[in-house]
């Protein structure tokens, strides 16, 4: 079974300033990667995955994560945030086995509030 | 490409009551999955469906049932409304391959007074 753990339930921020949004999981068992957004009263957008291969994995909107596989981590940042990044952040794990269906398991998110 | 539609947005509906939500999945996609979302808080796995079975259950009792059509299409139902009821229902698409995220719709808000 996986679990995810985001630290942080909201992170304020000032806008142009750099953030990190953490996330670490839990599995016995190798697994996918996702970062979600969800801006106000709209359903989920997926920022950016890791799969295999390189650790650091970019996205859209200038966002990437780095997977920490000894810290079990994949913190989201993005070096100067504006504005329109104000959301709630979540991220999920998925087994790579076929088994699984490769249901995703969420955290609880983080939203992220860029102060001006 | 399409997105992931669902319908309707909004509906208002009272404790007892039965609804059906719809879910059109993004064109090549074989696998729907819906999600319960409570307010101030992450989405809830309810099922997925591929190719028209039900091939996961999250933590959901049988209130909830679901369908999948042959173009993929998606229904939830949910029969006797509770108030906790009352929240966003999103339905994402997927390929059923893995490791290629899920699309979502824009959800449904339903309101149980």
């Known amino acids: 079974a996986q679990s995810v753990t985001q630290l942080d339930s909201q992170v304020p921020v000032f806008e142009e300033a750099p953030v990190e949004l953490r996330c670490n999981y839990s599995s016995s068992v190798s697994v996918y990667l996702f970062w979600y957004v969800q801006y106000p009263n709209q359903g989920l957008q997926l920022l950016l995955k890791y799969l295999s291969g390189s650790t650091l994995v970019k996205g859209i909107n200038g966002f990437e994560a780095e997977f920490n596989k000894s810290q079990t981590s994949f913190h989201l940042r993005k070096p100067s945030v504006h504005i329109s990044d104000t959301a709630e952040y979540f991220c999920a794990v998925s087994s790579t086995s076929m088994d699984s269906n490769y249901q995703l398991i969420w955290g609880a998110g983080t939203k992220l509030i860029i102060k001006p | 490409e399409t997105g992931v539609t669902q319908s309707p947005t909004h509906l208002i509906k009272t404790r007892g009551q039965q609804v059906t939500l719809r879910c059109s999945s993004q064109?090549?996609?074989?696998?729907v999955s819906w999600y319960q979302q409570a307010l101030g808080q992450g989405p809830q796995f309810i099922f997925q469906y591929y190719r028209e079975e039900e091939n996961g259950r999250g933590n959901f009792p049988p209130r909830f049932s679901g369908l999948q059509f042959p173009n993929y299409s998606s229904e939830l139902n949910v029969n006797a409304l509770e108030l906790d009821d009352s929240a966003l229902y999103l339905c994402?698409?997927?390929?059923?391959?893995?490791?290629?995220?899920?699309?979502f719709g824009s959800g449904t808000r339903l309101t149980v007074v």
């Open positions: 994402a698409s997927s390929l059923a391959t893995g490791g290629n995220g899920y699309t």
């Open positions: 064109s090549g996609h074989n696998t």
